[in-house]
């Protein structure tokens, strides 16, 4: 537990500045603690800036991820109130549709549980679908609103939770350096790391860098096993407000839990201030591999414009690829590291950081400086991954070799013409 402040160092490193760093940045200054952010490129650089921005509890069975979720739901609201500058919330709500009976009665079944554990989720008939989307799909059999559901514009929310932070003198913002060894002590204690710039101190180390978690993990003698699910975002031309919500299949829950490698496409349509629209989301674990999957845009427009015929018209101007970090039993790992005394973990979100920043800031906040956690932290403790300890690393640190540390391939952000 850290209760104050030793001159010249700060109490916490945060490897990563995408929105899960930012956020756990934000609500560790706030409870008193001085903090030191590091990033090899810029403020979500990476799977941050090439989120769709979904704040959603609609698509979370029971259970942890889904409390943790309702918990996010109401900090952004509070977030988009105290933030200083726009993050473009809209609690726009979301829309979940099923084309046949059967996958009505299975949505209905879903949300019958989501609604015990306290997501407001209205059943919505066939013929009532078009009073929330004019422009939906025709022969629907029916679907469900969810209110909760919301949208950011991650890339600006990641920066406005770094620029509030600063803002009260007690963040250190450290963008272009790469972290090539976490320094540890005789019993593998964390002592902080080092950067192409020299070496950081600090008792206590975060890894919120995303679908680079295991990498750095790695530096620190530990394995957790993040792995990337790529995935694509069409961007259509500005247009006027043809989605009002947001506007998925049911596919796409059952997508979202699958542990299949194999690419899936679901389509997630909405709207945004600006006038395009997003159409997301396909997943595939391929590693790190980039190159364009025609056949993932292909599919992506096509189950888009069954949900928008109107969209068949239209022109898709970009497309942008990210990757989401994944763990196995798809729940990120959060708090401090059993086998590395002073690690923590913020990482491994998949496609729901955004969404569940803030609650995890709260909870690291909250871990570092003993108060009462907002929801239990067990199922997220990366001990439920321990294997044995690599070899104990001296106090100068683990040295990165090639494709370790957090080295990052070239921004996620790559756009092409389709």
Known sequence: MLTGHSSG???????GAGVVGAACAYYTVRAGLHVTVIDRGPVAGGTTGAGEGNLLVSDKEPGPELEL?????????????????????EAKGGVVVASTEPGLAALRNFAAGQTRAGVEAVEVPAD???????????GLAGGFHYPQDAQVQPALAAAHLLRAAADTGRLTLRLGEEVTAVLTGPRGEVRGVRTR?????????LNAAGTWGGRLARLAGVDLPVLPRRGFVLVTEPLPRVVRHKVYS??????VASDSAALQTSAVVEGTPAGPVLIGASRERVGFDRTLSVEALRRLAAQAVALFPALATVRAIRTYAGFR?????????IGPD??????????????????LAPATGAMIAAMLTGRELPVSAQPFGPGRFALPRATPTSESGVESGAGSGVRRPPRTTSIHDV
Do not use: Q
């Open 9 to 15: 160092s700060p109490d916490l490193i945060v490897v």
């Open 69 to 89: 979720a309702l918990l996010s739901a109401r900090l952004w609201h509070e977030l988009a109130a105290e933030l200083p500058a726009r993050i473009e919330y």
């Open 128 to 138: 009532r679908l078009s009073e929330l989307e004019p422009h939906l799909a025709p």
């Open 197 to 205: 710039r020299g070496e950081v101190r600090a008792p206590h180390v």
């Open 250 to 255: 049911a596919d796409y829950v059952a997508d």
């Open 325 to 333: 970090p994944y763990l196995p039993d798809h729940l990120p790992a």
């Open 338 to 355: 059993p086998r590395a005394p002073g690690l923590l973990h913020a990482c491994g979100h998949e496609g729901a950081g955004i969404g």
